[in-house]
């Protein structure tokens, strides 16, 4: 709930389904996905048929490199994605089927965060009267605010960690999620085989909000943008031989560039505590997601909030007596998270 309530803008609310929403398939990503491409103004009727082709298109996409979309043991919907992949049978065939089969939980399910359903609706079901769902005005201000392109990206990589973790059977091996800075991608490893995931910025930019951990100027996920965040080691990367794991989810973060390579950047200093304990809050909404960056922050860190607190206590502890000088820009924006 604090998600929403400490900065409770449209885009927020998205955010909180696509990262808080319970995972039992990958239908929750597929629709989005399949909504962004609909998004035309004076079309918010959109019939099951025509939302068919692209929450198709995109499963099956997915189903090419990731054969693992559901927690189930089988999918009739997602066997009929696998028999078009495979040329057995028409794109008219899977579309039927999509229409029959495909949207029978997840319309229902997509405002569903926590068990409640969150305050703000993007589409009404009209499955009954229309045939289809209505777009609502949530929704076409959604795709006109500057976050939208950022939202694309965060939904992406949201489900290429899912299918990760549900690849790896993380009920029984916990994934161990990596960052490699020379191409600021998130990996796993699985039998000592690197598993390249995903983006790190768009994996970490929907829990920040788009936002600049330090200072709250908006930053982007998008290359080539001028406002492109850095992903920045909170407890400076030069304190590894000291302080364990230092490329761990747990001590990365979003920073602008100006707070991470501008005059009065961070640096070798030591952020203060107000921004350690806004890292354990940070950390706390991984932990309150589902797979899979719930699981590596929980190893990584403790399996309790007072644990996890004290494990970043006592790493900023470390760091602040090998480096002694702390750090706190001037907030260029509302606190909001």
């Known amino acids: 709930m604090r998600f929403y309530q400490a900065d409770p803008r449209l885009e927020n609310y998205w955010r909180g389904v696509i990262l808080f929403g319970k995972n039992v398939a990958s239908y929750k990503f597929a629709l989005a996905h399949a909504l962004y491409d609909l998004k035309q103004p004076g079309n918010d009727l959109i019939t099951l048929e025509t939302l068919a082709a692209p929450f198709a298109r995109h499963l099956c996409a997915h189903l090419r490199n990731a054969p693992k979309q559901i927690t189930s043991k089988s999918s009739q919907f997602l066997e009929a994605c696998r028999q078009f992949n495979e040329g057995e049978i028409s794109e008219a065939q899977l579309i039927a089927i999509t229409v029959k089969r495909g949207f029978a939980n997840v319309i229902d399910a997509f405002h569903n965060v926590n068990h409640a359903e969150i305050d703000k609706r993007f589409f009404l079901d009209e499955r ?29 990589a949201r489900w290429r960690l ?128 589902h797979l899979p960056l719930r699981d590596t922050l929980i190893r990584q860190t403790g399996n309790t909030p007072e644990l996890r607190h004290s494990f970043l206590q006592q790493s900023w502890n470390t760091a602040k007596y090998a480096l002694l000088h702390e750090w706190q820009p001037e907030a260029q924006g509302d606190s909001i998270f």
């Open 128 to 156: 009954k009267n229309n045939k289809g769902i209505r777009l609502t005005d949530n929704f076409y201000q959604l795709t006109e605010n500057a976050q939208f392109a950022n939202l694309v990206q965060e939904t992406e």
């Open 162 to 289: 899912v299918e990760e973790a549900w690849a790896m059977n993380v009920s029984r091996n916990l994934i161990a999620v990596e960052y490699d800075e020379s191409d600021q991608m998130l990996f796993s490893r699985q039998n000592n085989r690197r598993i390249t995931i995903t983006s790190c910025r768009s994996s970490l930019n929907g829990y920040q909000k788009g936002h600049c951990f330090y200072c709250f100027r908006p930053v982007s996920v998008t290359g080539g943008e001028e406002n492109l965040a850095d992903v920045d080691h909170f407890l400076p990367w030069m304190l590894n031989e000291q302080i364990s794991n230092l490329n761990g989810v747990w001590n990365l973060v979003l920073a602008c560039q100006t707070c991470n390579r501008g005059a009065q950047g961070k640096f070798a200093r030591i952020p203060s505590t107000t921004l350690l304990q806004r890292l354990h809050e940070r950390n706390e909404y991984f932990i309150n997601s």
